[in-house]
């Protein structure tokens, strides 16, 4: 076991990117990658779920340092939203400013059909739980008025319009999981003002925002929500459908870190 800054060996990074379910091919991106399994690393989650590989890999992207932990803990597997406090302390360590979180979602929205890729511009915590509980601090406050950071969405967006990427803006709505949702439960999330659902990301974005990194997210969607096509939903076809909006994702954050996260 090492703590990551020591593993880096001086190796910083100002970006750090996590990749979703079925979206690790953006490490492809990744030039001279140094790769750690999370085993290694103190505080780093051993990673349960398929499509999920467990490993952090440094290296660069368009010419810049970045740090991509490919794989994630979520709440459903041990009941714990606080599950990836310790991996974003450790990037906050290792220089980090700015971090981009992925994921895979289910669409309530008509417009957001599988394979489109959304910005999440705000979320709904429909968990009943967060990763501050049991926080001391006053800390704990945490604002989340602009948790996902206006500039760096406009630049994205500026930078996905240059290049002729589409993308969508959204609200995503963070379930616990691990069961998908009821047909009724879609129809709540829509009307409550949802346009995509998922099962991470929320406490990630807390958790970061209480460390004081400024947040970037995208949801990939794999399909319609339950109830909406009547097919029953599973994680294989998360994993086969998740690659297509993924390679838009990954030109995004190629682009994006090239043109570098300046708003002007
Ligand atoms: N619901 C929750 N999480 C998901 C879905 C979904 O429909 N698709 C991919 N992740």
Redesign the pocket.
Known sequence: MTVLTKALDGFVAETALVLGSGLGSLVDRIKKPQRFSYEDLDGFPASGVSGHAGELIAGRISGHNVIVLSGRAHYYEHGDAAAMRAPLEALKAAGVKRLILTN???SVNKKLAPGSVMQIKDHINFSGTNPLFGEPTDDRFVGMTTAYDKPMRKVFRRVAADNNIEIHRGVYMW?S?PS??TPAEIKMAKRMGADA???STVPEVILARFLDLEVAAFSVI??F??GITGDE?SHTE?KEMAPKGGEVLGKLIESTMKEGFDVS
């Open positions: 895979s979602a289910g379930f999981g998908f949702e659902v998922g099962m794999t399909n929500g339950a939903l998360t």
